[in-house]
Structure formats: C-alpha cells, structure tokens
C-alpha cells in the first residue's frame, strides 16, 4: 500500500533543496531520488510551487534551476535565513484577513509562544489606534501581528509601541536617509507623511501582563493611486519616497531582527539604552504641541522622552510628563523665542 504524499510539505522540500545550490540544474529523477518519491509527485509538487509564484529556470534536459521565490509575506519565505532567535520563528499567514490583531489574541489566549507573528497581504478591517482605520491595500503593504509575553509591569508596556517606532524607522532610514520621523506615541512618518502604524493591545491583571500584542501597519509598495482621496496628503509609502519598489520579505525581516534586540534591551534597560536614538527621529522634540490626553487639552513645548516612554512637556514655567495622548504639532512657534 503506497503511503499518502503530502505535496505542499514535498513542495517546501523541493524548495529548500534547489533554493540551498541556486547554480546547479535538477533533473526530476534527482529530485524524486531526494524526496523518496514518484516522479509523478515532483511534478506536482513543482506545480504548486510556480502556482505559488516561485520561478525556476528549465534547460533543453527539462533540468529545474531555482531563479526567484515571490515577494510574499508567507511562512516560508519570512523564516527564510531569518536572523532571530525567537521573533518571527513561529509565523502564520494569510492571504486576506479581517484584522491580524484579532487572529494574535486567539492564539495568545491558546498560548502561543513569545514572538509568534501573524502576516496578512491584506486586512478588511485593519484598525488603529482611538478606533481608527487602516487602509490595508491587497499585496502592497507589511500587515502584522506579535504577540509579547514580558515579565515587567503593565506601567512599563507603552515603551513597547516606541521600541517598534525605533526598529521600524532605522529600518527605514536604511533604505530613505535623512527622511524618517518616529511621531510619539506610535506613528512613523517619511518627510512628515505617515508610513506606519503601531497599535498596542495589553492582556493584563494588577502587576502581571498575560501578552501585549503589537500591531503594525506600514505602507511599502503603494503608489499615490493607492490611497484613497481622504488621505492622500496624509499618507506616503517607501516605494514613493524611495522611487523604487522595496522587497516587503527582505524589509520585515530586518525590522524583525532590529526588533528582537531592542525588546531584550528594554526587558534589562528600559529606555535607556534608545533614549539618544528615540529623540534623534523625535517629529516632536522642541516643538509647541497641543495634547490632548483624556478630558485635558494643554498646549506646551516637547522637552523631552523620558525613559518610561512618556512625552515631557514645558508648559509656561510647569514641567509635565504624559504617558498618552493625541498629539498636533502648532505652527506657530512665535510663543518660544530663542
């Protein structure tokens, strides 16, 4: 009795195989040699893997050579010579979704391990921060979930959303110099137009937090024609900034990596460690603002970042600190003569 083959798991092998040696042509016989398999099955398998967007070059022998895989935001190609030890290794995907967050909070209630990543190419319902939308067009854009399990305070989580903010943007500059803003609390921007998103959820019982998930949205590969009328001026992406179009795989992964360091630098430091660096690409630092956190609305100068994450504010001869809040940069900065 032949054993029932699992092609997908046979295509993922046929992957690794020709992807490992990318100079050497396979004939079917090797491959089917390699895979313990029929003929028939390699066939197969290949099948799915250019249905998948994998492209192979083919010599007169009918001989398979791996060319390129496909910019997708799969598990197979984001754990592909990912550089983490623990973020990213346990990844999910799905083509279209209503809201990664929301598929993060199951698993995390199932107890899905820390660093568990959930990707989507597109979101129907992709939410951020006060309620808002996300526009999450369909293969354009980073669309992703992590579920954290710290073992600090729930005091200490909004740090968080500004580490993400910080790996995110040095990712940025990597590619756009000189050009990327972090917008405390949670927003990362290319020449003032936001780029990305970070919404932050918290699991938590008096002093112990359970899981933070930590959303992120980020514009790569969208054009103007891409956002709709209403945000246009808002909203920018990589791809226009950058005047290329950006691998979103290759992207992710570094953020993921430059992430990882960053969250075990703040399990032991806090802020400290990205204090310089968060004021560095601070939109805000010495900027008159208007605040508004809960029911008070205050208009004062951005002094600083302190190290819980909070935004400090000079305001007329009182200094405050506020861990929340909406922000909009004033104009006017005739009230704040050198």
């Keep these: 009795m032949s054993l029932q083959i699992n092609h997908d798991q046979l295509a993922d092998k046929i992957l690794l195989y020709t992807r490992s040696k990318p100079q050497e042509f396979f004939s079917i016989q090797t491959l089917s040699k390699f895979c313990n398999c029929n003929l028939s099955d390699i066939i197969t398998a290949y099948n799915i893997l250019v249905t998948y967007g994998y492209i192979f070059d083919k010599n007169k022998n009918d001989e398979l050579k791996f060319i390129s895989a496909p910019d997708t935001l799969s598990s197979t190609e984001v754990g592909y010579n990912l550089k983490t030890k623990f973020i990213g290794q346990t990844c999910y995907s799905y083509n279209k979704i209503k809201s990664t967050n929301d598929i993060a909070s199951d698993l995390a209630e199932q107890n899905a391990p820390e660093g568990t990543i959930i990707t989507a190419d597109e979101q129907t319902k992709g939410r951020g921060r006060l309620g808002r939308v996300w526009h999450s067009s369909s293969g354009t854009g980073i669309y992703l979930s992590l579920i954290l399990r710290p073992k600090f305070s729930p005091e200490e989580a909004p740090g968080i959303s500004l580490i993400t903010a ?67 001026n808002l909203a920018t992406s990589i791809r226009i900034s950058a005047k290329t179009k950006i691998s979103r795989v290759k992207l992710l992964q570094q953020f993921l990596t430059k992430l990882e360091k960053e969250y075990l630098l703040y399990q032991k430091h806090s802020l400290k460690k990205s204090h310089k660096r968060l004021l560095q690409y601070s939109s805000l630092l010495n900027k008159e603002i208007t605040l508004l956190s809960g029911k008070e609305k205050i208009t004062g100068k951005v002094i600083d970042i302190n190290i819980k994450g909070a935004l400090v504010i000079k305001i007329g001869d009182k200094i405050k600190a506020f861990s929340s809040g909406e922000v909009t940069i004033v104009k006017d900065m005739r009230l704040y003569k050198k």
């Design 166 to 232: 910080l790996s995110l943007a040095e990712t940025i500059n990597e590619i756009i110099p000189d050009k990327v803003k972090i917008k405390w609390p949670n927003d990362v921007l290319i020449s003032g137009k936001k780029t990305a998103g970070i919404l932050s959820e918290l699991s938590a019982e008096k002093n112990k937090i359970n899981y933070l998930i930590i959303g992120v949205g980020i514009n790569i590969n969208q054009t103007t024609a891409d956002f709709p009328d209403n945000i246009i």
